[in-house]
């Protein structure tokens, strides 16, 4: 996930490979802790989830401290990175396409207190 969110050009692989890894028999036994099917793409979605409100809390907090322009970048580049590789995997049909409006809503009322939050939803749309 680490590795999506930095390396945009590789983006669609990455959520290729999800898919695959989602489908894959050899996966399944190891991933179902709780009998269920669907526990790759639950985690999956948890850890995108829990980048995603990272983004949104720290918004104005590590922006407003920080005069480290490398930090500033890397932080832009995670959150660019989650939104696309989150659009990624809606375009592969891995995530609800209700999952689109609700980041859309959240983005737009966080462009007040996050920077990176019209430039995350351009890149979603």
């Given amino acids: 996930f680490e590795k999506a969110t930095v390396q945009h050009h590789f983006i669609p692989m990455y959520a290729d490979l999800c898919v695959r890894l989602e489908s894959d028999a050899r996966i399944m036994p190891a991933m179902a802790l709780d ?23 720290s918004g104005s907090s590590s922006c407003d401290g920080c005069d480290d322009d490398e930090a500033m970048h890397l932080r832009k580049q995670r959150a660019l990175g989650n939104v696309k590789f989150v659009g990624q995997l809606l375009i592969r049909g891995m995530l609800s396409s209700r999952l689109l409006l609700q980041c859309a809503q959240e ?12 430039e995350s939803l351009a890149a979603l749309l």
């Fill in 35 to 57: 009998g269920r099917p669907d526990c790759f793409k639950i985690c999956l979605l948890n850890r995108c989830q829990e980048a995603f409100e990272s983004l949104l809390k």
């Fill in 107 to 118: 983005l737009l009322r966080a462009r007040g207190q996050c920077a990176e939050a019209l």
